[in-house]
């Protein structure tokens, strides 16, 4: 074995290695003075993501213990269970309150049970938004923009009566999909918008490894991870990341052009986004004029020669 570098590769990339497929450590270690064997070392180690562990059957127990350990305790700590009720599931969210004279979102912990859906604040405690899942009728998602020009996905609920709720959910694709399968009548349902979220939805038209030059207070860095290009606009996302750090929707870009650059892995040329609510977005790859075509052909936002 002989040591390998590869200047396009970064803690991020062997972050995903690690969690995707796992590493198996064999170490067998003597240690000796004036040819004297003292010590002796035998490690057999594997490390790997709990997902990859999980597949391969290891941890499995322990897994299942800590998951009815932590679901025990995020029950009886943060929400009274009528007698008999089940709590499925929790996650950071909010509600939005309209009453006529202000709309403002009030954040919490989203609890799913079988029975319910809650949104409750732990200090000072209060439930903030509650139903019976009996009651709900229609999950739909909704994309809007936030100050900060973050696209983000809110869970609008519709009850009986046409009584409705806008709610937040840092897994609004997977609260959805929990209400789908936990509310005991038929519930309406719409997917959500694919670049959003970043998920699989959508055929890819390109895809692969892309550098972002992330803004910073400090500065901007460049940041390793995934570029996924579809027909609704580029997602990119870091393996570190829970989600994706850009959003650009086909309509938000304005042109595409390659131009001059010291790029992170080592090329001379970066991809230029013009945007119409983030301004300059800098992209680099091995391909930048791949991509800047794609972009472009895609987008109805030709490239521009370049500079």
Known sequence: MRPTRDPRVTLDDLVEVLLNKGAVLHLDLIVSVADIPLVGVSLRAAIA??????????????????????ERSTARRDLELRAGERHVAHMHGGHLLEDGFQTTWRPGTVHLTDRRLVVQRREPREVLWETELAAVRAVRPE?????????????????DGGEEALLSSAEPEKLRAL???TC???LETSPSHPAVEGDDGGRAVFEGHLWYHEPRRGGPLWRGGQGRLTADGL?????LDARPALVLPADDIAAVR???????????TVVAVETASQGTVTLAADEPRRWAESLGSLLGAPPLPSA
């Open 49 to 70: 993501g709990m997902e990859t562990m999980l597949k391969y059957g290891m941890m499995r127990q322990w897994d299942e213990d800590t998951r009815a350990w932590v």
């Open 143 to 159: 994309t809007e923009r936030t100050v900060g020009g973050e696209l983000r996905t809110r869970l609008r609920v519709v009850l």
């Open 179 to 181: 209400l789908a399968s």
């Open 258 to 268: 390659t131009v001059p650059a010291r790029a992170p892995a080592g090329g001379g």
């Open 235 to 239: 997602v990119w996302k870091s393996p």
């Open 184 to 186: 005991p009548g038929p």
